[in-house]
């Protein structure tokens, strides 16, 4: 383990601001995650890879306990993101990541009297029901298709267990189609995409009212976008903490795709104009 700016020395805010664990900080959602909370919470970023953009870092592997007991100092939540993301891997790696890693964060949060965890838990714990077209609710029986999320299901049994005998709230965040915008080579052949992005900004407000509410105890949220024709039952989230979703892929898809033809018809122009001129026909390649 090894720590790069001692823990709790960003003390400008420490004070006033609670204390986030954050594992596996470095990675997509959690460098999301921190820009769009930067000014609500001090983050204390833990990840096997360096964090450059941070002040409180953690150099660790979720696997090493004692390291992640040290980092709990001073927690008044963590979000626990650390997990090989890959879904297609080997079970040695899912036990190791997900079910190793996993029960370290909670112990660890248990013995530090750590009141709360937000779990990133995958909503490939119910991707055999969504490839049956099924419309998908938190107290649905889970169908996993891949030992990644297995190893999520892992977690979320877990969480069910920290909260019943430890009285830790647990907030488990089934979290789709995560991307800045949805790309529409992402999502052209496959609907089920475009109904399952999540945009920074909704997984950054749920993240923050699942903080932020109190008496939640455990909970199983979707962490999806406002999209057209959703997948997945977020009523349960918008009731207990208010979650109010703003973006819809299909909207910015649609924005992309008129983007695109304005694009091509702006070259399409071009390029007559370039026919059109002797100077241009002998130096252009693409005439």
Known sequence: MTIESGIGTAIFDEFTMKTIL???????????LRQHLE???????????PVTDAEDVV??????????????????AVIHLAADPHVEQPWEQVYTSSIRGSYNVFEAARLANVSKIIYASSIHVSWGEIE??????????????????????????????????????VICLRIGAFYEEPQPENYIYSD????IWCSPRDLAQLVKQSIDSDNLGFQIFY????????????????????????????LFLRNRVRYLCYFLIRARDFLDKCRASEKCVDCCPVV
Do not use: W
Request: hydrophobic fraction near 35%; include cysteine.
């Open 22 to 32: 954050i594992t596996g900080a470095a990675g997509t959602i959690g460098t999301s």
């Open 39 to 49: 000014s609500d919470y001090h983050f204390r970023c833990l990840d096997i890879k």
């Open 59 to 76: 150099i660790a592997d979720v696997t090493d306990f004692n390291a992640v007991m040290s980092a709990m100092h001073g927690v008044d």
């Open 132 to 169: 049956r077209e099924q419309r998908l609710a938190p107290d649905k029986p889970v169908r996993p298709s891949s030992l990644y999320a297995v190893g999520k299901v892992f977690g979320e049994a877990l969480a069910r267990f920290f909260t019943d005998k430890y009285n830790i709230s």
């Open 192 to 195: 089920h995409l475009s109904r």
């Open 223 to 250: 962490a999806l976008s406002n999209n057209t024709g959703a997948l997945c039952d977020m009523s349960n989230a918008e009731k207990l903490i208010g979650y109010q979703p703003q973006d819809d892929a299909k």
